[in-house]
């Protein structure tokens, strides 16, 4: 009886790690990039690294680490992306939820998850071979890549996570808001526009920032697709360089535990910790939300 | 009234466009794809190696080293993975530290996969010295898939009524007999579903790859967890941006393309078959 009983708190004990496993990830993520990050600012002042336009961690005499370029660069496809996909995608899920009849909803939410699963590197293929030379067409360019690209792509990468979470926000409006509405005499339509779209807003702004977080961390696509010149954008033909395209290019080819090495930790850093905060901005309109229903 | 009917009418077929929109979307990527890509796929090119400078052959040592990752991303994700959901959903009380866990997995799970690759590279490739090799990518990918797998596995297990616990404790057995024997069994269709869902995304995925330990080429086919691999994902980005000779290997870089979607598809499909079956089950 002892025995069974040392087993089962054994058993307990396992699982419990592994439980808290998700946190030690996360905190291990976090001082991992912070210990490499941080060392950047023996070389380079923090001011220098924020707001000066030029990374050129090469140049032989005076290497200059700023981040403001990719910054700028980074949030012109966000903003890019979301003007495209938000519209889109919370059409498409008002659209699956409200209009829909079952038969067609049955259909359209495994072809949303398929259109989830295809990989980036896919997406930012295409890109090249067929969203650039469309670009280059239709604006008279040289090539389609740059920043216009870098957004259709980010919104077709970001586009099933909008949909799918305003979805379920839009389906966990409680029915007796919408009969109330008809029985007022409301048709579907105002109905839709006055009552379910306000109840479900909370859960609509948390579904943006989660495809707002995706557009912000999506890495195969621009790196592929934007052109990847270091320079201060000036507009959205221009070829830009995110935060995350930089990471992949130059991490191969830096030497251990240079400057260099370190301040790709800390472009990660500053990358880790804007996702995270999109994440909570949504975790806390989603609790909000949570609150007003109970 | 004739104007209100009107706006109905306007704004559902707005509606119904951006859904055929995003239909659109994915038949222009999955059309386009097939039928440029079909053209490549011969027995040959999923059979042999490449060969003339990669210009010509197959990609077999891809489909392999794919295939390789993706079983160590398995074997380190689903066993933690599970576990974790499985503490969560029978074990953990309400309270401030459950809280904490469920917020980071929802917060891991937005990390972007290019941060879990300088993970990767700082605490696998050097820290615990595997190199750039199969298992640091695998383990990468693994952390990467673990807040999926958990979510997808919690949700598996909340499913199953709480009767089958209470009547299997009723009989004497204990907490982890009960689970093993009575809970278990029905959540793992949903376990499965969501875990194939999960890894078929990390076997797409390139950016946590990039530095742990995928290279464009390697004579024969890693023999052991230590060596490099080559990867679909990564050939195709190399073919497509990188290769000397852009325009002759296009056919080759869509052909990989095509055999990557599908084998992607084939397990999205398994999964969507999975959960279909477990709907119909429990319906009876």
Do not use: C
């Amino acid at each position: 009886m002892k025995l069974k009983r040392f087993k089962e708190k054994t058993i307990h004990f396992l699982f419990f790690l592994a439980g808290i496993s998700a946190i030690i990830i996360l905190l291990g993520i976090f001082s991992m990039l912070l210990f490499n990050g941080i060392k950047t600012f023996k070389d380079v002042s923090i001011l220098n690294f924020f707001f000066s336009t030029v990374w050129n961690p090469s140049a032989y005499h005076e290497p200059s680490y700023g981040i403001l370029s990719m910054l700028v660069s980074t949030f012109m496809v966000i903003l890019g992306s979301m003007v495209i996909a938000v519209p889109l995608g919370i059409g498409t899920a008002v659209y699956i939820t409200e209009v829909a009849g079952t038969r067609t909803q049955e259909i359209l939410k495994p072809f949303i998850e398929i259109l989830a699963a295809i990989p980036s590197v896919v997406i930012g293929f295409l890109g090249i071979i067929f969203v650039g030379p469309l670009i280059a067409g239709i604006f008279n360019l040289s090539n389609g890549l740059n920043a216009v690209n870098g957004s259709i792509l980010l919104a077709v990468m970001s586009l099933p996570t909008i949909i799918s979470i305003s979805e379920d926000a839009i389906r966990a409006v409680p029915k007796e808001y919408k009969e109330a509405s008809y029985a007022l005499g409301a048709n579907r339509w105002t109905t839709l526009i006055r009552v379910i779209i306000p109840a479900a807003i909370s859960g609509i702004v948390a579904a943006i920032m989660l495809g707002t977080g995706r557009a912000l961390g999506e890495t195969m696509t621009v790196l592929m697709v934007t052109g990847n010149a270091p320079a201060m954008p000036h507009s959205f033909f221009d070829s830009i360089r995110t935060m995350t395209a930089t990471i992949a290019i130059e991490l191969g080819e830096v030497p251990y535990g240079t400057t260099h090495y370190y301040a790709i930790f800390a472009v990660g850093t500053i990358l880790f910790l804007m996702s995270l905060s999109v994440n909570i901005i949504a975790e806390l309109v989603t609790a909000k939300y949570r609150t007003q229903r109970t | 009234m004739k104007l209100k009917r009107f706006e109905e009418i306007i704004g559902f077929t707005i509606l119904g466009f951006s859904a055929i929109i995003v239909i659109l979307i994915l038949g222009t990527i999955i059309v386009n794809i097939i039928s440029y890509g079909s053209n490549a796929i011969s027995w040959e090119f999923i059979s042999d190696f490449p060969k003339d400078g990669m210009t010509k052959g197959g990609i077999l040592p891809t489909i392999m080293g794919t295939i390789f990752v993706t079983i160590i991303t398995t074997l380190f994700s689903i066993p933690i993975g599970v576990s974790a959901a499985i503490y969560l959903s029978e074990y953990a009380k309400e309270g401030m530290l459950t809280r904490i866990i469920r917020a980071a997995i929802r917060n891991l799970a937005g990390v972007p996969s290019i941060v879990y690759g300088l993970f990767g590279v700082a605490i696998f490739v050097q820290g615990l010295g595997f190199g750039s090799s199969v298992l640091s990518s695998g383990l990468t990918l693994g952390l990467l898939t673990l807040p999926w797998i958990i979510a997808t596995s919690e949700e598996a297990l909340k499913t199953v009524p709480h009767s089958y616990r209470e009547g299997s404790l009723a009989l004497g057995a204990t907490k982890w007999q009960s689970i093993r024997s009575n809970v278990l069994p029905y959540a793992l269709p949903g376990i499965l579903t969501g875990s194939i869902l999960g890894l078929s995304r990390a076997a797409g995925e390139t950016a946590p790859i990039l530095f742990t330990g995928v290279v464009f080429f390697v004579p024969g086919l890693p023999d052991s967890v230590f060596d490099q691999f080559m990867a679909m994902p990564y050939h195709l980005y190399i073919l497509s941006t990188q290769h000397h000779a852009i325009e002759q290997v296009r056919s080759l870089a869509y052909g990989t393309a095509l055999v990557l979607i599908t084998l992607i598809l084939i397990m999205n499909f398994t999964a969507i078959f999975i959960r279909f079956k477990l709907r119909k089950k429990f319906q009876m």
